[in-house]
């Protein structure tokens, strides 16, 4: 099946990537000591086992009811707090999503879109009303609630090579809203040919460990990584040129500045504008054959 139009996929942790965390706000904003929650609290259970994302999210879950910090929170008022959001958003957002539909938008049959995949809370990220315009796709943590609408149960859980399952439905062209009820889909065997977003044509942005997989994943097949921290760190610092830039993992580590006049921007903007031209000059080769 010969595809008329081809797609471009801009692929964003949200944590740290887009806006400082999300997590660690709620949780200030309701009197919770949040440097004991990560650095005591969630790391004596990763001491004990837990995994870094079901470690937090039990934290979390253990701060909700009746004369607790997060009292009856609710999914509901989880996107209310991502509502509130979007002055937080990084540097040059959101005007650098309009300046890359802009510049595919000078190629003819190629488009672009935006995908969120987060180990952080589905229902924050979806509140903001930027990522309810722009992105087409938000993967990340999702909570159930009880009989009384209260947050209690963990329903699914995104962590490290788990990312990777969602850059595979991006590639394979299946909905998140398909995903979401037969997540058996993602396993289904689509030709090569027929995948919606080829790897090569991905552009993932992430700046932590459990953005490995994912950098690690596009790289292999001919995409691009973008690694971003906080330079005022120094142990981000080091942890970027160590795990990030050494194995060559990424194209670059940036600070978070997506507007025009910074690295990030620019080589986000310059990229795309490389793939436009790369996918037409595909387009020329295979007519010349």
């Not at 139009?5 to 887009?18: H, N």
């Not at 539909?101 to 672009?112: D, G, L, S, T």
């Not at 596009?218 to 981000?236: C, E, L, Y």
């Not at 500045?257 to 690295?263: I, L, S, V």
């Amino acid at each position: 099946m010969s595809k008329v139009t081809e797609i471009i996929a801009l692929i964003f942790d949200f944590d740290d990537t887009l806006v400082p965390d999300s997590t660690t706000k709620l949780l200030a904003k309701h009197g919770i000591d949040t440097n004991k929650f990560w650095t005591v609290e969630a790391k004596a259970l990763i001491g004990q086992g837990y995994d870094q994302a079901p470690a937090y999210l039990k934290l979390l879950l253990d701060n909700v009811g009746v004369e607790k910090p997060l009292g009856r929170l609710s999914n509901r008022g989880l996107r209310d707090f991502g509502a509130t959001l979007d002055g937080d958003f990084h540097a040059g957002l959101p005007e650098f999503f309009d300046d890359i539909r802009a510049i595919v938008a000078e190629h003819a049959e190629i488009e672009v879109e935006f995908y969120i995949i987060s180990g952080g809370l589905q229902a924050i990220v979806e509140g903001s009303g930027i990522v309810q315009k722009y992105f087409n796709g938000v993967y990340g943590c999702q909570l159930d609630e009880d009989e009384n609408g209260q947050i209690r149960y963990i329903k699914r859980c995104v962590t490290f090579t788990e990312k990777t399952r969602y850059l595979f439905e991006i590639n394979k062209g299946i909905p998140p809203k398909v995903s979401q009820t037969r997540p058996n889909t993602v396993n289904m065997f689509v030709a090569e040919a027929d995948r919606r977003v080829p790897f090569k044509h991905m552009i993932y942005i992430g700046d932590g460990m459990t953005d490995m997989p994912c950098f690690s994943l596009v790289k292999k097949n001919k995409g691009h990584g973008f690694g971003v921290f906080d330079p005022s760190s120094q142990s981000k610092a080091k942890l970027a040129l160590e795990e990030f830039m050494e194995p060559h993992r990424v194209t670059g580590m940036y600070q978070p500045d997506y507007a025009k006049d910074g690295d990030l921007g620019i080589f986000l903007r310059a990229t795309v504008g490389s793939l436009c031209l790369e996918i037409e000059s595909e387009r020329r080769s295979i007519r010349r054959e």
